[in-house]
């Protein structure tokens, strides 16, 4: 079982920059990528995405910005992002949400480090490690301690995250335009 134990915080331009030289330096750049993911309203966080690299399907149990969540994923041909779209438009579930993300994904002593910009959302640095679902609170933790040394006071709490996700969710055709 898969368990994503996170932590993450909005954070200004500029400190995005000042992340992204810091990581360039001291890390392992992963990937690049731009991100176009679709929620579907669901009772579920179910979600599809295209990227550079393919595209995927996947399901978040648990309830929206938790700081651990289990994941089940399918991966696919990106050319057929479209099909798998229509397959869930056709069993009913209609698109809450689009999202258009550029992310650099680094590793950083043995943790993974995402530096978003989402297109009307806004900036974000994200630390993730993946858990047994015993040693959670250890990871994060650690994940804490990471962000004290990134000079991020601290993580956005998930009602702010919630937040800002409901005003997005209500607003994002006039964000993205």
């Known amino acids: 079982m898969n368990i994503e134990v996170e932590i993450r915080s909005f954070i200004s331009p500029e400190k995005y920059s000042e992340l992204v030289s810091f990581f360039t330096e001291n890390a392992k750049l ?3 990528d731009y991100q ?5 309203d669901s009772s579920q966080d179910l979600r599809t995405q295209r990227n550079k690299y393919g595209a995927k399907i ?3 149990k648990g309830a929206l910005h938790e700081d651990s969540r289990e994941e089940i994923e399918l991966v696919f041909a990106r050319k057929d992002f479209d099909v798998a779209n229509a397959l869930f438009l056709a069993l009913g579930y209609s698109v809450a949400i689009k999202w258009f993300r550029d992310r650099k ?3 950083w002593e043995g943790i993974t480090v995402c530096l978003d ?3 009307g959302y806004g900036y974000i640095v994200e630390l993730e490690k993946l858990g047994d679902g015993i040693n959670n609170e250890i990871i994060l933790a650690g994940l804490r301690e990471k962000f004290s040394r990134l000079e991020i006071t601290n993580p956005t709490s998930k009602e702010d995250f919630d937040k800002q996700y409901a005003y997005y969710k ?3 055709r006039k964000l993205v335009d």
């Open 30 to 32: 992963v990937k690049e």
């Open 36 to 40: 176009e993911t679709y929620y579907f």
């Open 58 to 60: 996947w399901l978040k």
């Open 105 to 107: 994904e680094f590793l």
């Open 117 to 119: 910009y989402t297109k």
């Open 170 to 172: 209500d607003n994002w």
